[in-house]
């Protein structure tokens, strides 16, 4: 790059000097070759004037004329007499009889006209140029010959030669100059335009925060200033895009709903990070994808395929294969209509799970009610009918009717019962009690309480204070209850002769009490549930044991009414441990 | 022409794939259905039987269809290969599930051994081998298919584990001997579905690297 600007300016000096020169050398020596010539036609023929004053027509020169003659011509120049008819009559370097007709020469034709005649020849007998000068020689008159003059042009050339190696070698040391000066200012005016290329290459690859300085104050730096300003002019409309782009994306992301964008092709345009959650979890970016690479579900594409056929947007409701099964309405609108297809599509997910666990939970709900009342009540209109029928005279067997009687009705009250305090906890309506309590006296209250229900089983409950009071603002029978509660299911749950152990632990501004068991355990697949009212992990079993499935929901409801949380772990055949946190009062 | 090419290439993996999601759904809701011991969920499996054999012939088709008319070179025609053979593991996983689902209908009629033990674990962990041997497929990612080619002991080590429980739970309760051997059963279609995912994750690689890596040729091609 360098070099190439470099050998281009070199090489235009360089035809630049080598016109220059052959104007120079063709103008000068010619001229120089002129006037030379000129000037020393003009000698030979002042001389040759002088000369012919001493001529006289048929009058042979004398030796002494002859000496004359001869001092008076310059070095080399040589004197020749010819008479009209071009015979030679004198010559001062030859022998006139020996030498030919002169008639033909064009200098001495031109002196018979009575003008001075002037030729250069070249003499092939002595090689080299000659200037030939004649005049007519005159008497009265009449031109009786004429006088020539001639002199070898030798010295002149060589004087020429001169000249033109003194132009050569100037051209020489002015092109070496010339390399010298182009060679810097190429490397100058390259590292200029590097420099230049540089900062362009880095504005194209997105960096605009730089600036770029230059020496010098040409065209270059004018470049580099408007450079400089379209670098700060993209930088902002960059950060301002960015700002937008960065804006809708948070925006965007931020949504509970999953988004997605499709284009006409069904190619991925956009996603957020719900959208990605759902099914683009291990890849950095589903955008450029074709929808069925990230799609990967039945229903769905089905969906989609359906919906860009028919133009129109259009619902619906489907399940995403995870554990825990999720529940999603997609909703898939086309925007942006063109020539009767839309140009993009846009699908927004919105997370239905909590609503289908809401309306499981109602079904179930009711579905458990009725059941629950279904069996007491059943027993209680069976044994009333037998009693009616007759039975009530039988003294042996009424009283066991009536006990039965009595115990499911009992149960149904107790069904009832927790159904209603729940209902008034949930509403929220519920009338606490709430006073400064020591939570280590109701444990102990609850421990001995449960005691009834652990010794047929031999199951036993440990519970050791580790301080002696901890004071905490609840309701007591509230929080009694629920120990209650959680002490009697460990206590369902152990094997018989099992332990069952309370733990209290402090956690920042809270308290933890924790019941925990060695018995059968819960499967992991039933923990998310177990809050739920009804919700049984074993439904024959529990019935069994007298439980109305309301317990843990009760404890949940008390628990999350004193600001707590309850959590339940378990591991099958090992055991479970259920806690629940309450705020520590403030000193 | 070529344009043409790209097209229907894209097409064929459009196919698959729409057959893999088929398959997936199957898988999904055979578990579904054993876990849940839910029927109803089990005869929508029986649902998907059909359109997943018509997929299959229609990816055979058009595959072949390709192989003949266009010649394809170095790393199309492993992708087409790729796809003929994904396709018929595809097609085998979804018979499995029919497999699991007649069993799971046939342990509807009998008291529930329970809890299932390990077996939503395993059933989990073969749909996730599903998942990932598809999405390394799709994505290209060598990674993905190698970390699906381990998982595929852990699957064996459950069946192993599971067969154990059974064999216990047989001899001391003669009457759950049906319940065990259906469950013994599925536990062995599972471990099928795992093996078919593990050759799906093989040709995973196999298009991305151009590599066999079955029968642990990787391996001893190392050695050398």
Redesign the interface.
């Known amino acids: 790059m360098k070099n190439r600007l470099f050998i281009k300016i070199l090489l235009t000096y360089l035809a630049l000097i080598f016109v220059l020169l052959g104007v120079l050398d063709f103008y000068l020596t010619r001229d120089v070759e002129k006037r030379q010539t000129d000037q020393i036609a003009k000698g030979l023929e002042e001389r040759a004037e002088l000369l012919a004053l001493d001529i006289q027509p048929d009058v042979p020169l004398g030796e002494t004329q002859r000496k004359v003659l001869a001092a008076h011509v310059p070095a080399n120049a040589r004197i020749t007499w010819i008479e009209p008819h071009g015979v030679v009559l004198e010559d001062t370097n030859a022998n006139p009889a020996e030498m030919e007709n002169h008639a033909a020469r064009p200098e001495f034709i031109e002196a018979l006209q009575g003008r001075v005649g002037r030729s250069i020849r070249f003499s092939h007998t002595l090689h080299i140029n000659f200037l030939y000068v004649a005049i007519p020689l005159e008497s009265d008159g009449r031109i009786f010959g004429a006088l020539r003059l001639a002199y070898p042009l030798s010295d002149l050339q060589q004087q020429i030669q001169v000249i033109r190696r003194r132009i050569w070698i100037s051209s020489l040391l002015a092109f070496l100059l010339a390399a010298l000066i182009g060679y810097l200012l190429s490397r100058s005016l390259a590292s200029r335009i590097d420099a230049l290329r540089k900062f362009s290459e880095s504005i194209a690859s997105g960096n605009f925060q730089q600036h770029i300085t230059l020496r010098g104050h040409d065209e270059l730096n004018v470049l580099a200033q408007s450079l400089n300003s379209t670098a700060d002019q993209l930088y902002t409309l960059f950060q301002s895009l960015d700002a937008e782009r960065a804006k809708l994306s948070t925006i965007l992301d931020n949504t509970s709903e999953g988004v997605l964008v499709l284009d006409r092709d069904k190619n991925i345009v956009l996603t957020n990070r719900i959208f990605n959650a759902l099914f683009n979890r291990r890849f950095p970016t589903a955008v450029g994808k074709p929808w069925f690479e990230v799609i990967r579900h039945a229903e769905l594409q089905a969906f989609i395929d359906k919906t860009f056929e028919s133009q129109s947007s259009a619902t619906t409701s489907l399940a995403l294969h995870d554990t825990p099964e999720r529940f999603f309405q997609v909703t898939l609108v086309p925007v942006g209509k063109k020539e009767g297809r839309s140009a993009l599509w846009i699908a927004v997910f919105y997370d239905t799970t909590e609503l289908e666990r809401l309306e499981r939970v109602r079904k179930d709900f009711i579905a458990n009610v009725s059941h629950e009342m279904r069996t007491p009540l059943a027993t209680i209109q069976g044994y009333a009918e037998t009693l009616a029928e007759g039975a009530v005279n039988d003294l042996e067997r009424r009283g066991d009717f009536l006990e039965r009687i009595r115990l499911q009705a009992e149960r149904l009250g107790k069904l009832t019962g927790d159904l209603l305090t729940l209902s008034t906890i949930e509403a929220g309506k519920y009338p606490f009690k709430k006073s400064l309590q020591d939570l280590n006296r109701i444990i102990t209250d609850a421990v001995i309480a449960v005691d009834g229900v652990a010794r047929p089983s031999a199951v036993t409950v440990r519970y050791q204070p580790t301080v002696s009071s901890l004071p905490v603002e609840c309701d007591p029978d509230a929080i009694h209850q629920v120990l209650l509660n959680l002490l009697d299911n460990a206590v369902k749950f152990s094997r018989p002769g099992g332990r069952i152990e309370i733990e209290l632990r402090k956690i920042d501004r809270a308290v933890q009490v924790a019941v925990v068991d060695h018995g059968i355990g819960i499967p992991s697949t039933d923990l998310p549930r177990l809050g739920e009212r009804f919700y049984r992990v074993d439904k024959a079993r529990s019935r069994e044991l007298g439980g109305t499935g309301l317990g843990l929901a009760i404890v949940k409801h008390i628990v999350e009414a004193h600001e707590g949380k309850l959590n339940i772990e378990s591991h099958l055949g090992e055991g479970s441990r259920f806690s629940f946190t309450l705020p520590v009062a403030e000193h | 022409m070529h344009r043409h090419f790209e097209e229907e290439l894209?097409e064929l993996?459009?196919k698959l794939?729409?057959m893999?999601?088929?398959v997936?759904?199957s898988l999904?809701q055979s578990i579904?259905a054993l876990?849940e011991r839910d029927a109803q969920m089990g005869l929508k499996v029986f649902d998907?039987e059909e359109p997943i054999n018509r997929l299959q012939i229609e990816i055979d088709d058009r595959a072949m269809r390709l192989l003949a008319l266009q010649q394809p070179m170095a790393g199309d025609l492993r992708l087409i290969a790729s796809v003929v053979k994904i396709n018929n593991d595809l097609e085998r996983i979804g018979d499995q599930c029919v497999n699991i689902t007649q069993r799971v209908l046939s342990l509807m009629h009998q008291t529930p051994i329970?809890?299932l033990i390990d077996m939503?674990r395993m059933a989990?962990a073969a749909?996730k081998m599903l998942?990932d041997a598809?999405?390394a497929f799709?994505?290209r990612?060598a990674d993905?298919a190698r970390t699906v080619l381990e998982s595929d002991d852990t699957v064996d080590h459950l069946r192993d584990d599971i067969f154990q429980e059974l064999v216990k739970y047989m001899s001391a309760h003669p009457e759950g001997v049906q319940a065990a051997l259906d469950l013994l059963l599925i536990s062995r279609n599972i471990e099928r579905i795992a093996d078919h995912a593990t050759n799906i994750a093989e040709d995973a690689i196999f298009v991305v690297a151009g590599r066999d890596v079955r029968h642990h040729m990787e391996e001893t091609s190392k050695e050398k």
Do not use: M
Request: charged share 25%; aromatic share 0%.
């Open positions: 894209s993996k459009q794939l729409s893999g999601s088929l997936e759904r999904h579904k876990i998907d329970s809890p939503p989990a749909e998942h598809l999405d799709v994505n990612n993905l």
